[in-house]
């Protein structure tokens, strides 16, 4: 009796995982497409528009912590408008790579596909507890950052290309790290704030490699 409960409990929990990844991953696909749609609506901003979207998009993602207290779906919304701000945010950058160099947008976009498919499958699948590196990937990312205003100010021999490769190791930890999550969890109600993990890594993923491919002409 007691072995058949704990089957029964084992088959409900992994139903529930299989269910949270895949309303996880569907959140994360329209995410991303109202992304391509605010990208493209602002394809003729100015760059000056894109510090305004920035500000608002940084607004909203603080607001899906407070929705998802309220109502899921509020919590759904609000990740879908913070995807269409981030896209009108990088419109200026991505219509300008568009234009001087149209094969680093293709090029970003396929790498980016595979490298979270690549990490994110290796974060799910290992059971390798990598919570004890979230502390390590926070203060990497809080270097980098710093590293990066440093570029700002100071010229690097070769700065853009190891800020770009930097980053892409650490957000191959932080893709990991955000996918063991998703398999961890049994919690429906926080596929939106996964989503939203999950989508910040695509899309730091995305810059990096555009940056790199962008740094390349044809």
């Known amino acids: 009796m007691i072995s058949g409960d704990t089957t029964l409990q084992r088959t409900t929990s992994q139903d529930q995982a299989h269910a949270l990844f895949g309303q996880t991953m569907g959140l994360v696909a329209v995410t991303t497409g109202f992304f391509a749609l605010g990208a493209y609506l602002g394809r003729d901003m100015s760059p000056g528009w894109g510090l305004a979207w920035w500000i608002a998009s940084f607004a909203c993602l603080f607001g899906i912590n407070f929705a998802v207290r309220q ?16 896209g009108l945010a990088m419109a200026p950058t991505i219509a300008y790579y568009a234009d001087t160099n149209p094969q680093a947008v293709w090029q970003a976009g396929g790498a980016t596909a595979l490298f979270i498919a690549g990490f994110g499958a290796a974060g799910y699948a290992t059971r390798r507890d990598l919570s004890a590196f979230a502390r390590l990937f926070f203060w990497a990312l809080i270097a980098l950052i710093v590293f990066g205003i440093v570029l700002i100010f100071v010229q690097i021999p070769n700065g853009s290309l190891i800020y770009a490769i930097l980053g892409l190791v650490i957000f191959a930890g932080y893709t990991m790290f955000d996918f063991q999550r998703l398999r961890m969890s049994t919690d429906t109600g926080s596929a939106p704030l996964l989503a939203a993990s999950i989508f910040l890594d695509i899309l730091n993923v995305f810059q990096f490699f555009l940056s790199l491919f962008g740094s390349r002409r044809s």
Not at 74 to 82: E, I, K, N, P, T
Request: hydrophobic share 60%; net charge negative; charged share 5%.
């Open 71 to 86: 109502s899921e779906h509020v919590a759904v919304g609000v990740l879908f408008g913070f995807g269409l701000l981030v």
